[in-house]
């Protein structure tokens, strides 16, 4: 059984630029989860998304947004990228109801803000 | 506000060694608590986690870990360290009500390190 697939697997990108990242749940999985490990910062609470809804934010500027598409896959842009985004980009997946008590991760999207 | 603590950021431990990580946590209701461990450029990969009930847990890898609510501890052992050990651990928190928001608080990471 497939993992939690995200890509790309490393993003370098320039101040005030967008990225995008992408996220693949495991199958039959409808909750994803982005957290964000940051140097110095360690792992954050970013976004949770279930059937295709936001159901909870973590403390991030509205820069930080994304979605869930109908085969629960899901993108989180960031706009106008800082330096301090500079980050692994975590994305995680759960069975329905089973929330944070049973989460799959991925092994991250590294992303460079130069 | 939910908060986790961990005091060691770096631990080096002979392998054949026991090793112990230390967890403190601050919830105010009953939360679930985890501990994830993570190799260079992977994920997190789960070790254990408590809900309720006995408060000594067996997890992957030959690691355990003890609940103990006086203390809000939370520390993860293991008797004897393969250097295949040798990784990052992080120990979380969140709730058991998925209305709670459903997001986990991690602690900020020890770093283990083997000797031969």
């Known amino acids: 059984e497939a993992g939690v697939t995200q890509s790309p697997t490393h993003l370098i990108k320039t101040r005030g630029q967008q990225a995008t990242l992408r996220c693949s749940p495991i199958?039959?999985?409808?909750?994803v989860y982005w957290y964000q490990q940051a140097l110095g910062l360690g792992l954050q609470f970013l976004l949770w998304y279930d059937e295709g809804e936001e159901r909870n934010r973590g403390n991030f500027p509205p820069r930080f947004s994304g979605r869930q598409f109908p085969n629960y896959s899901s993108e989180l842009n960031v706009n106008a990228l800082e330096l301090e985004d500079s980050a692994l980009y975590l994305c995680a997946s759960s069975f329905p109801g089973q929330g944070s008590e049973k989460l799959f991760f991925g092994s991250g999207t590294q992303l460079s803000v130069l | 506000a939910q908060s986790v603590t961990q005091p060691d950021i770096h631990i080096t431990v002979s392998e054949g060694a026991s090793l112990e990580l230390r967890c403190n946590y601050s919830y105010g209701a009953t939360p679930y608590l985890f501990w994830y461990v993570q190799s260079p450029g992977q994920g997190l990969q789960l070790l254990l986690k408590?809900?309720?009930?006995?408060?000594l847990v067996q997890g992957i890898k030959g690691f355990e870990a003890e609940f103990k609510r006086s203390q809000s501890s939370f520390n993860l052992r293991k008797p004897s360290v393969h250097w295949s050990d040798a990784a990052e651990y992080f120990c979380?928190?969140?709730?058991?009500?998925?209305?709670?928001?459903?997001?986990?608080?991690f602690g900020g990471g020890t770093r283990v390190l083997v000797k031969p």
């Open positions: 979380a928190v969140g709730a058991q009500s998925i209305a709670a928001g459903n997001k986990l608080t």
């Open positions: 408590y809900f309720s009930g006995d408060t």
């Open positions: 199958s039959g999985h409808t909750s």
